[in-house]
């Protein structure tokens, strides 16, 4: 009898482990899958050495407001919403007609004018009319006439399709988006959008779900603009958010969700 016990605790001690780790498998799965979840990624705002950061989860759902940053609004809200299955709050940002809303990274002055950023964001929808709808998502502006826009595009009739483009706006090189056919503007998938702004040659280089587009690149000599130097403002403020400059477009409403804002003098990643 004795010895029939000890051969029955030995056999039990010996299955322990692969008990624990059939256990741990599905936790380890589930975590996995989150982590690779559509518009969610790791703490960025844990992160330190960030200019800016913002994931939206200590805010209070509701009307969007911050000491952090500012608002700029004109026919357009901003809220803060839970997003998805896992309940992540997110900005939702919600505009009609040409209107504007946008959060405002106020005070905001990179080490040599040069500095990388990051967000992910979801577009309910593109416009489609009229013919060049022009619209805006991140913005940069300072001491100096250029309005730079690291992420914009355009509706382009002869394609019949949105195309997302670097632009800007108000300088010497004027209005100019530098749409690119390799860069459509895909509705309703959540994007991980990350650019540069160099400052030495005035260079903006961006990336897609961490994938370098270098068909979009743009710099001193090398935009869609007049044929003169592009060259950067001494940037104090950087806008996120959604503007069409087009009246009665179609759609005539815009949504788009965005969330995990940070800038650095780093790059982030996805």
Request: with cysteine; net charge negative.
């Amino acid at each position: 009898m004795l010895l029939h016990r000890l051969e029955e605790e030995f056999a039990l001690r010996n299955r322990l482990p692969t008990l624990a780790l059939i256990l741990l498998l599905p936790l380890t799965t589930t975590a996995t899958a989150a982590a690779s979840s559509p518009g969610r990624g790791p703490g960025t705002c844990a992160k330190s050495a960030l200019l800016f950061c913002e994931d939206f989860q200590d805010l209070p759902t509701g009307g969007a407001s911050s000491l952090d940053w500012g608002v700029d609004t004109k026919h357009g809200t901003l809220t803060v919403e839970r997003e998805g299955r896992r309940g992540q709050k997110v900005l939702r940002v919600h505009t009609e007609g040409n209107g504007r809303a946008f959060l405002k990274v106020d005070d905001f002055a990179p080490p040599g004018n040069s500095f990388y950023g990051r967000v992910r964001l979801k577009v309910d929808a593109f416009p489609v009319a009229p013919d060049w709808a022009h619209y805006t998502l991140v913005e940069a502006t300072g001491t100096g006439p250029e309005i730079v826009r690291p992420l914009g595009g355009q509706y382009v009739p002869t394609l019949d399709r949105a195309l997302w483009g670097v632009g800007a706006d108000g300088g010497p090189t004027g209005d100019w988006t530098n749409w690119r056919e390799s860069a459509p503007s895909v509705a309703g998938r959540w994007l991980c959008f990350e650019w540069r702004m160099e400052a030495a040659d005035n260079r903006i280089t961006v990336w897609f779900d961490g994938v370098p587009q270098p068909d979009l690149t743009v710099s001193t000599r090398e935009h869609g603009g007049n044929d003169v130097d592009f060259v950067f403002p001494r940037f104090d403020t950087v806008k996120l958010g959604w503007q069409l400059y087009q009246g009665d477009p179609t759609p005539s409403g815009y949504d788009v969700r965005i969330d995990d804002i940070a800038l650095s003098t780093t790059r982030v990643g996805c």
